[in-house]
């Protein structure tokens, strides 16, 4: 059973810098897709990054640039390094993740809510200007 669980979200004035962290446990073998996925109340979840197996990463273009994904394969972790961050950044934060192969997912696909069966509980990111 896939398991997945966030931290390391919080307060942060405009401009600063928070890490999420995604452990998770489960897999059968190295082929799963990760991702960051985003949601403010009344909006639809949208995805902010991916990072498959083989190391392929998927941005939302409002965050490139400014967010990076990582994966830590010794610690079953993901990482989200958000930076210079934005009022609009402000969010309930998902993990999520899928099994899939490498360079499986286009980068659209790679960001889509509807790809992943997998889910943490989410961690808020607040951002105040």
């Known amino acids: 059973q896939v398991r997945l669980a966030e931290s390391g979200g919080g307060s942060v004035q405009t401009g600063g810098s928070l890490t999420l962290s995604c452990a998770f446990s489960?897999?059968?073998?190295?082929?799963?897709?990760m991702a960051w996925l985003r949601q403010t109340p009344g909006k639809q979840r949208e995805g902010v990054a991916s990072v498959d197996s083989d190391g392929k990463t998927s941005y939302l273009d409002s965050v490139k640039g400014r967010f990076t994904i990582s994966q830590d394969n010794a610690k079953n972790t993901v990482y989200l390094q958000m930076n210079s961050l934005k009022p609009e950044d402000t969010a309930m934060y998902y993990c999520?993740?899928?099994?899939?192969?490498?360079?499986?997912?286009?980068?659209?696909?790679?960001?889509?809510?509807?790809?992943?069966?997998?889910w943490g509980q989410g961690t808020q990111v607040t951002v105040s200007s």
């Open positions: 999520a993740a899928d099994t899939a192969p490498p360079n499986y997912y286009s980068d659209y696909d790679a960001l889509h809510p509807n790809e992943y069966n997998y």
């Open positions: 489960g897999f059968r073998d190295n082929n799963y897709c």
